[in-house]
């Protein structure tokens, strides 16, 4: 029987020795640190900054606004041909608390947009928002006095996608975008100044 350990390293502490000698260099001048079950054996060696990102970076839960025709491509997106399961996002939650994304789909009327703001301030930190379509994005062709012109006017949009309707695989395109955000932030520090 193989007993695993997960063995997290601080951000400020060497790794050097463990893989037989300095981690190689990348293409893009980080030091890569990379995993040798032979050497190694069941441990994993990495920063726990690395850790918490890469668990919430595959745990996103979205909570899809379908408002109007682009709902229909979002639908698509969490169906078998486009399978957001892969991204670990196939949860699709419709409880505010239990969501980190919203992604607003479709045009964002005033007489819905007090509702859209009041679930954005009801989801629970971090929490991110998409833009989904020319109406979500702009007010699209609707340039009328009920329409708003653009969710951004009342939320802080992460990322848009373009077109009417987008296509499945130009949102899978703005959640692997939002995985990258994710996978980049910098959480400890934010704990450290928020105590």
């Not at 997960?6 to 790794?15: K, P």
């Not at 709902?71 to 399978?83: K, N, V």
């Not at 007489?111 to 991110?128: C, D, F, H, I, S």
């Amino acid at each position: 029987m193989s007993v695993s350990i997960l063995r997290l390293v601080n951000a400020e502490s060497s790794v050097r020795g463990t893989c037989g000698g300095d981690p190689p260099i990348s293409m893009n001048g980080k030091r890569e640190l990379s995993y040798d079950s032979k050497i190694e054996g069941d441990v994993v060696v990495t920063r726990l900054e690395a850790a918490i990102n890469w668990f919430r970076k595959h745990s996103i839960w979205p909570m899809p606004m379908g408002l109007a025709c682009c709902a229909i491509e979002l639908m698509g997106a969490g169906a078998s041909r486009y399978d957001l399961a892969r991204f670990g996002m196939e949860v699709m939650r419709f409880s505010p608390r239990q969501s980190d994304v919203m992604i607003v789909a479709g045009t964002v009327t005033y007489k819905m947009a007090l509702v859209v703001k009041r679930l954005y301030e009801q989801m629970t930190e971090p929490k991110w928002v998409i833009a989904m379509g020319a109406c979500a994005s702009t007010g699209g062709m609707y340039r009328s006095y009920s329409v708003l012109q653009g969710v951004d006017r009342i939320l802080p949009v992460d990322f848009y996608v373009a077109g009417c309707p987008p296509r499945p695989e130009a949102l899978l395109e703005a959640l692997m975008k939002l995985q990258n955000k994710v996978s980049n932030e910098r959480v400890l520090a934010t704990l450290k100044h928020a105590g």
